[in-house]
Nanobody
């Protein structure tokens, strides 16, 4: 069993930065690819970024490429999402997800093995 707990959300002005964290628990956590998704009010959940279990492959949605960086520290069982140059349209609840396949994370918005409960990011203009 893998449990995911996100943190780091909050209120920030446009142009600012935040770093989200996702803590993994469970003895098999390190074998999972990880991803970040977000869901804005009234919109469908969308893919943001993904990272392979070893951390060598990373993938980003076009809307965040060049502004967001995903990383992981397997020694600390934590995945991060560094968000820079934030825009009001980045406002959403951000979810961490884990799956055996990084391809699944990049292709689908649902069906991952495990999900966190989310953390709210609000970007003011």
């Amino acid at each position: 069993q893998v449990q995911l707990v996100e943190s780091g959300g909050g209120l920030v002005q446009a142009g600012g930065s935040l770093r989200l964290s996702c803590a993994l628990s469970g003895r098999t956590g390190r074998s999972y690819a990880m991803g970040w998704f977000r869901q804005a009010l009234g919109k469908e959940r969308e893919f943001v970024a993904a990272i392979s279990s070893g951390g060598f492959s990373k993938y980003y949605a076009d809307s965040v490429k060049g502004r967001f960086t995903i990383s992981r520290d397997n020694a600390e069982n934590t995945v991060y999402l560094q968000m820079n140059s934030l825009k009001p349209e980045d406002t959403a609840v951000y979810y961490c997800a884990a799956d055996k396949s990084v391809a699944t994370i990049t292709r689908y918005n649902d069906g991952m093995d495990y999900w966190g409960k989310g953390t709210l990011v609000t970007v003011s203009s």
